[in-house]
């Protein structure tokens, strides 16, 4: 199965009736076995299912990207044995992302599979809203219950500079669509952007409320090679609550969606103001999520190089989810006890691009 195509075809023979493979060792495992040497609990993984994308954001990407072979991607098989392991061992939240999951063929039976994995408590998609308008009542068959979309910007000329290829207008029908289709907690998430969207922060908050959707506004992190210089655009958490509050009431919310989050209310209104701030407000002492790539390398922490590599394990035991179990214990050894964006501004560390960890 490729997973470059943007159109969506019935589920071929191959996938038809998979379940993970089972051993001794995959019984039901006691909550709270993902436990790092800091005592933080994992109970949320980021799944990866393709690096590809039909956008090429510029904080993402770079321009001419070369994307990985077919044999160098997990199948949608072995997302699913990944998915499942995590979930036998205690992880109740699942996120697919990509690159752009939705456009991965079969994507839907992927994600109806998840959903019916006994212990997971909520599967949840990241995309960047491009192919809304087809996948969104599938979506909800499908199981999924929440939906972050990207949104950067409210002008169609700006939102084709930061995509370099992208239509805003595809995205506000699949924003529409999705809301048709009955999902109740979609999100909006903005990378802040100085001199790129910081002057539209106030319009998105706004828009946000008229549509009584939730937003998120990210500090840009320094990942791959796109990632030198960010020190000129970066647009901090509090900057962006100040402007916020020339025009809103904000009022702090003990709320949490089970990320990294901290989130805000504005009084009368459906809508919650988040802020993930990796530079001014380090959340790493209550982190508790990994990330697995479209290749299959477990990172136990966005900022930092370490993995474990679970694409072999994968193949070398196609009847034996064993070993890919023991490995994702291990990998709670690896995990850091934190990441220092700030230090790498101008010179990052992680040179890895976001469309290759997952976003």
């Known amino acids: 199965m490729r997973n470059d195509s943007l159109s969506p075809e019935a589920v071929p023979d191959s996938l038809a009736g998979f379940r993970p493979p089972t051993s001794p060792a995959t019984s039901r495992h ?11 609990h994992v109970t949320y993984i980021r799944l990866s299912i393709t690096d590809r994308c039909d956008f090429r954001c510029s904080y993402c990407m770079a321009e001419e990207m070369t994307f990985l072979p077919r044999a160098q991607v997990l199948t949608l098989e072995e997302c699913l044995r990944i998915a499942s392991t995590f979930v036998d061992l205690g992880v109740t939240k699942v996120r697919v992302t990509g690159g752009e999951p939705l456009v991965r063929k ?3 039976w992927l994600l109806e599979e998840i959903a019916g994995l006994g212990g997971l408590k909520e599967l949840v998609i990241t995309t960047n ?11 909800r068959t499908a199981g999924v219950k929440r939906i972050n ?14 995509t370099r290829v992208g239509d805003l207008a595809s995205v506000l029908r699949g924003l529409d669509a999705a809301q048709a289709a009955g999902f109740q907690r979609l999100k909006l998430n903005t ?19 008229d549509r009584a959707i939730d937003i998120s506004f990210i500090e840009e992190m320094p990942l791959g090679e ?6 000129s655009t970066y647009f901090s958490s509090e900057e962006a609550m100040a402007l916020l509050e020339q025009r809103f009431v904000l009022l702090p919310s003990t709320e949490s969606s089970g990320g990294p989050a901290r989130y805000w209310r504005i009084p009368g209104t459906a809508t919650r103001v988040g802020f993930i701030s990796p530079h001014s407000h380090n959340f790493c002492d209550s982190c508790n999520r990994v990330r697995i790539t479209a290749r299959g390398e477990l990172y136990p922490c966005l900022g930092n190089n370490d993995a474990s590599q679970l694409l072999p394990l994968l193949r070398a035991h196609p009847s034996d989810d064993g ?10 050894g690896i ?16 040179v890895r691009f976001m469309s290759m960890t997952g976003g």
């Open 30 to 40: 006691a909550d709270g076995t993902l436990v790092d040497k800091y005592g933080r």
């Open 106 to 108: 079969n994507v839907l």
């Open 129 to 139: 809203g491009s192919q809304l308008d087809r996948f969104a009542p599938g979506l």
């Open 149 to 162: 979309i990207s949104l950067d910007t409210l002008r169609a000329d700006r939102f084709r500079a930061i």
């Open 191 to 209: 990378v802040m952007m100085r001199g790129s969207n910081d002057d539209e922060l106030v319009d998105l908050v706004q828009f946000a409320v």
């Open 226 to 231: 796109i990632g030198h210089g960010r020190q």
């Open 323 to 332: 070993p890919l179990r023991a490995a994702i214990v291990h990998s709670m």
């Open 335 to 350: 995990k850091a006890k934190g990441h220092d964006f700030t230090s790498q501004m101008d010179a990052p560390q992680v």
